[in-house]
């Protein structure tokens, strides 16, 4: 029976933090996005429309996202700047726009988050966002 709780204790634990995540990134929704150079920063600076994938190269559902992401960059017109963010390498952008679980995606439009999305998001999805 205490192997039970024990793992009931767990499965809690997990949906908890899933839902946390997930909560903090609908926070975020309306607000102005962080200030941050770079190339990145002149688009969002110039209220270009900007898609943000954050992944990291050894995070299984990132190897999920990441061919639905290469189909927008290769699909979409010039309207939308999309970058691509390994997290292992430039932790700094991450931690400004507040991504803690990767995959995350953010859509930002007129220098506002318009959308931040934790996990697999379909190529609909994404592309409604846009």
């Keep these: 029976m205490f192997i039970f709780y024990i793992i009931a204790g767990v499965f809690l634990f997990f949906i908890l933090m899933n839902l946390s995540i997930v909560l903090r990134a609908k ?24 898609l943000l994938y ?6 299984s559902a990132c190897k999920v996202q990441t061919p639905i992401i290469d189909k927008l960059i290769g699909s979409i017109d010039n309207k939308v700047r999309i970058f691509k963010i390994d997290v292992s390498k430039d932790m700094d952008v991450a931690l400004k726009f507040g991504v803690i679980g990767t995959p995350s995606t953010v859509v930002i439009e007129n220098g506002k988050i318009k959308e931040f999305f934790v996990g697999v998001k379909s190529e609909n999805i994404l592309r409604r966002s846009l």
């Design 54 to 59: 954050f992944y990291s190269p050894t995070c």
């Design 27 to 50: 926070l975020r929704k309306g607000k102005s996005a962080p200030d941050i150079g770079g190339e990145i920063g002149k688009a969002i600076d110039k209220h270009e429309k900007v």
